[in-house]
Nanobody
Framework: QVQLMESGGASVQSGGSLTLSCEISAGLYIYSQFEKYCLGWFRQAPGNEREGVAAIDSRGRTNVADVVKGRFTISQDDAKNTVMLQMDSLGPEDTAMYYC????????????????????WGQGTQVTVSS
């Protein structure tokens, strides 16, 4: 079983920065010796569909959505216990619940930003940006 727990959400002023963290349970890595996994950050604002903002795979390849490119950076710590999302130059349009997700059997050459491939999800952490 793979468990994910997000943290780091907060209320910030426009132009500010936040770093979100997602703790990953060891269950994700049972098959990682043989298979590639992917980790993604998604967000969902009230009334909107959940959208992918950034993803990373076990080989370190990243994929960042155009809407946040140049402002958001995804990374994973060396111990692979945590995946982070560094968010800079935040604006009110970034206000949303942010979710971490894991695809244990990632087959895509580029880490996917679509919701469907991801099997495991965290509970989310709220980011609110005021103007």
């Amino acid at each position: 079983q793979v468990q994910l727990m997000e943290s780091g959400g907060a209320s910030v002023q426009s132009g500010g920065s936040l770093t979100l963290s997602c703790e990953i349970s060891a269950g994700l890595y049972i098959y990682s010796q043989f298979e590639k996994y992917c980790l993604g950050w998604f967000r969902q604002a009230p009334g909107n569909e959940r959208e992918g903002v950034a993803a990373i795979d076990s080989r370190g390849r990243t994929n960042v959505a155009d809407v946040v490119k140049g402002r958001f950076t995804i990374s994973q710590d060396d111990a692979k216990n945590t995946v982070m999302l560094q968010m800079d130059s935040l604006g009110p349009e970034d206000t949303a619940m942010y979710y971490c997700a894991a695809d244990q059997w990632c087959v895509d050459d580029i880490p996917p930003l679509g919701v469907k491939p991801y099997d495991y999800w965290g509970q989310g952490t709220q980011v609110t940006v005021s103007s």
